[in-house]
């Protein structure tokens, strides 16, 4: 079954367009490592310095415990960690994932 996931997160101030450039070129070693442990869609919108995540996935606990071993990813938070004021919790228990209010799909 499909699960989504959004997540909220915040940059520090003044890093808004080197977050977005840094999207701009994702590591393709980085998305084939997410779509094998289950990731469909990983969609990032930002507002200002405010970033929201909107994740289809199989199993989100799964992938981000699964993220969280992999050279690739660490390397990559440890890039993007320069940018937010808090960086991603990669545990599952994360307190920067939003409930789910309405799903039409």
């Known amino acids: 079954m499909t699960e989504f996931v959004g997540l909220r997160t915040r940059l520090k101030p003044g890093m808004e367009d080197a977050y977005d450039a840094a999207h701009a070129a994702v590591w393709p ?3 084939a490592a997410q779509r ?3 990731i469909k ?4 919108f930002r507002d200002g310095v405010d970033i929201f995540h909107s994740i289809e996935c199989e199993d989100y606990a ?3 415990a699964e993220l ?7 390397s ?6 320069q940018y937010a004021e808090v960086a991603h919790d990669y545990s599952g228990a994360a307190s920067d994932r939003l409930p789910l209010i309405f799903n039409a799909g």
Request: glycine share 4%; aromatic share 8%.
């Open 62 to 64: 799964h992938a981000i």
């Open 76 to 81: 990559w938070q440890a890039e993007m960690a």
């Open 68 to 74: 969280a071993k992999l050279p690739i990813n660490q």
């Open 29 to 31: 070693e980085l998305l």
């Open 41 to 44: 869609r990983w969609l990032i």
């Open 36 to 38: 094998e442990v289950g």
